[in-house]
């Protein structure tokens, strides 16, 4: 299996920039795309699409979102971050059978 | 708008057999892969399995293998999963998942999600 590697947590402040890592053991990357995707999830919600492909905004998500990296590195960032932006992030790769990683709880400061 | 309303869900005992239905609404139905992906109480997001527009083919973790079967009826535009051999480890909320993407195998829609718990 593919493992992620996120960090638990990040607080930033409002209006700042979010920058939140996913590290994996192998390359995702295949025929020029890197099968990397990021969801938000809020408490008692079910996990929301936001980036496919590593930089592809899904849709209907703001452009305050965006994705980048390839093979083993990638990030998602937020900016500026909103108060309505508290919420766990997880990364999923589908290089081989889908994995995701532990989640990354973004707070405010 | 794209729907995935799951239901089935409960309290079972380990050792017994239980099964998710969900009915999407939306989209052509038999044009997507779709899939199962659940979440422990306090814990991440599991892939738990994946079957093909046609239902030709199924996809499964080795957590699941032989004890979980993805299926599907395109005609009644509902998925399914049956549970057999249920553990405790399996207590989570299972989400229906939409596959987008041809090839790319990201999960593009969720439905709200159905709580199983396995206890005695």
């Known amino acids: 299996d593919i493992v992620l590697t996120q960090s638990p947590a990040l607080a930033v402040s409002l209006g700042q920039r979010a920058t939140i890592s996913c590290k994996t053991n192998q390359n995702v990357d295949y025929y020029g795309n890197s099968y990397m995707h990021w969801y938000q999830q809020k408490p008692g919600q079910q996990p929301k699409l936001l980036i496919y492909?590593?930089?592809n905004l899904a849709s209907g998500i703001p452009a305050r979102f965006s994705g980048r990296g390839s093979g083993t590195d990638f990030t998602l960032t937020i900016d500026p971050v909103e108060a309505d932006d508290t919420a766990t992030y997880y990364c999923q790769q589908s290089r081989n059978l889908p994995t995701f990683g532990a989640g990354t709880k973004l707070e405010l400061k | 708008e794209v729907q995935l309303v799951e239901t089935g869900g409960g309290l079972v005992q380990p050792g017994r057999s239980l099964k998710l239905s969900c009915v999407a609404s939306?989209?052509?139905?038999?044009?997507?892969?779709m899939s199962w992906t659940r979440q422990a109480p306090g814990k991440g997001l599991e892939w738990v399995a994946s079957?093909?527009?046609?239902?030709?083919?199924?996809y499964y973790p080795d957590s699941v293998k032989g004890r979980f079967t993805i299926s599907r009826d395109n005609a009644q535009n509902t998925l399914y999963l049956q549970m057999n051999s249920l553990r405790s480890e399996d207590t989570a909320t299972y989400y229906c998942t939409r596959i987008g993407g041809y090839g790319s195998y990201y999960f593009d829609y969720w439905g709200q999600g159905v709580m199983v718990t396995v206890s005695s």
């Open positions: 079957i093909t527009n046609s239902g030709g083919s199924t």
């Open positions: 939306g989209f052509t139905f038999n044009n997507y892969w």
């Open positions: 492909l590593a930089s």
